[in-house]
């Protein structure tokens, strides 16, 4: 009798588990938006003088309409159009595309959809606050103004590819 046979199976639980939600950046996707996300909130910051670390985008549907914001802490700020939300998430050569533009609006729509799905609220109801954190990107995800969860980048961009 093999006495760690027990504990294989729960040490492969745990190891499947940890390994569901490993995901590989092969080709530095997430390590572009990142770029993106911090150049464009430094240019933001710069433009408006508002400190970086108080800029909040939010980003919702409304009457299936992708909708977003830029906040100062928790002031409303401006609307982010869609063609400009996309430079957050893309270079900037692509996101003057119209194409790319409908792409990422689509996409966080989808997104939106599929996170209400799994959370069992209602999606219009979804937001999604990106912010800088000690030039780290943080998502964080609400049902309207109540906190659900920290998201990892990487599983709100899969989406854009």
Do not use: C
């Not at 729960?10 to 499947?16: D, R």
């Not at 997430?30 to 430094?42: A, F, P, S, Y």
């Not at 270079?91 to 996170?115: D, P, R």
């Amino acid at each position: 009798m093999n006495p760690f046979k027990k504990n294989d199976k729960s040490l492969s639980k745990k190891l499947k588990g940890a390994l569901t939600d490993l995901t590989v950046d092969i080709f530095g996707y997430e390590k572009m938006v990142t770029k993106n996300i911090t150049n464009r909130t430094n240019y933001i910051s710069y433009r408006l003088q508002i400190p970086k670390d108080r800029l909040y985008i939010r980003i919702f549907q409304k009457d299936h309409i992708i909708r977003s914001f830029l906040y100062n802490q928790s002031k409303p700020v401006s609307a982010i159009p869609t063609e400009e939300l996309t430079y957050f998430f893309m270079e900037e050569q692509m996101a003057q595309l119209g194409s790319v533009q409908n792409k990422i609006a689509f996409s966080i729509k989808q997104y939106l959809k599929e996170f209400a799905e799994a959370n069992r609220i209602d999606e219009e109801s979804v937001r999604i606050w990106i912010h800088l954190k000690e030039d780290k990107v943080q998502v964080r995800a609400f049902q309207n103004e109540d906190f659900i969860k920290q998201i990892p980048l990487n599983s709100l961009i899969k989406y854009f590819k």
